[in-house]
């Protein structure tokens, strides 16, 4: 099974992890401005790192279809950015837990996904590939400055610790800004779901440290995992302070399940601010018409691109909402 369908002790609030390294390769310049360069460096990637192992597969992002590129967006796998990066191409296994974007702001942006709130054991890993793939190409490294990166704010470590965090309590009673706000004094960066300049939607917010230059990657790790887990603390505070009012707490939820279970048509946005309150609900015992699988199964396959994905089929925006209720329902009554 797919991380991203899977849970931990933390997925309540942690819904994931991610690690990422910039990194760029000895001997290109970190602009490639002809399409030669752009192929030289894809060419000695690709050729090189068949053979480190992990099952990773090559994918030229102009020879995928636009639905596949966005069911990876919608996963969190790769940016929005990326994807219009006709020059692109990724390098990625089956169980999809390890994504390398070739040619995104830096030659490579290797990336390392896990379930729920586990940095140490993502690191470990990230830091193996990483490892493997410096011996095989060499990366640009300076004694001084650390990993060479194109943007000055990646310099160092180029790692990015990130945790998808699931705040609708807070947000419910008001305080998730005021404490969202204060982690920024912790050099904690909050983004929306899919990363930078992105808006939070279904309550759901990206937590990243900001600085990678003059601090390890041990002290980045246990600085997210202090803060992520303050957040967790604070989020579940919150529910049970909105589950004293129990019969408005569960009739809210209740209300959510209903329209959810019950639609001929929905929207993707709609889905997923239904889908946060009721997420709530089975983490909190509430709803026991849904396993936490199925709370996973309809966050991933009623967004747009997986929803299709999912039926095997392109439909238009109309189409998709009639067709979302259907998926809804099937997904539910897969438990009874």
């Known amino acids: 099974m797919n991380w991203y369908l899977q849970s931990s002790k933390d997925s309540d609030v942690a819904r994931s992890t991610r690690i990422r390294f910039a990194r760029n390769i000895v001997g290109f310049p970190f602009e490639l401005k002809t399409k030669e360069m752009k192929e030289a460096l894809e060419n000695k990637i690709k050729d090189n790192l068949y053979g480190i192992g992990y099952g990773l597969k090559f994918f030229k992002l102009k020879d995928m279809d636009d639905i596949t590129k966005m069911s990876l967006v919608e996963k969190n796998i790769i940016s929005p950015e990326f994807v219009s990066n006709k020059d692109g191409s990724i390098l990625i296994n089956d169980e999809e837990n390890i994504c390398i974007m070739i040619g995104e702001e830096d030659h490579l942006r290797i990336q390392v996904f896990n379930y729920g709130l586990d940095l140490e054991n993502t690191l470990n890993l990230a830091v193996e590939l990483d490892e493997k793939i410096n011996e095989t190409l060499g ?47 912790f050099g904690i960066s909050i983004r929306g779901i899919y990363g930078e300049n992105s808006k939070s939607t279904g309550d759901m917010y990206q937590i990243s440290n900001r600085q990678t230059l003059g601090i390890t990657e041990k002290e980045i790790i246990d600085r997210v995992k202090v803060i992520a887990e303050k957040i967790i603390e604070q989020e579940r505070k919150a529910r049970k302070m909105l589950a004293d009012n129990k019969i408005e707490f569960e009739d809210m939820i209740y209300r959510n399940y209903g329209i959810l279970s019950n639609c001929k048509k929905i929207s993707s946005n709609e889905t997923r601010e239904l889908l946060s309150n009721i997420k709530m609900g089975v983490d909190l015992g509430i709803v026991d018409e849904l396993t936490d699988l199925q709370v996973q199964k309809l966050y991933l396959y009623t967004k747009p691109a997986n929803l299709q994905k999912y039926l095997g089929k392109q439909y238009d925006t109309y189409e998709r909402d009639i067709k979302r209720a259907e998926v809804i329902k099937q997904i539910i009554e897969a438990k009874k």
């Open 139 to 185: 990366y640009a490294i300076n004694k001084k400055y650390g990993y060479l990166t194109a943007c000055p704010s990646n310099l160092g470590t180029g790692l990015r610790a990130s945790v998808m965090l699931h705040l609708p309590a807070l947000e419910h009673t008001g305080n998730v800004r005021k404490i969202l706000n204060s982690v920024g004094n």
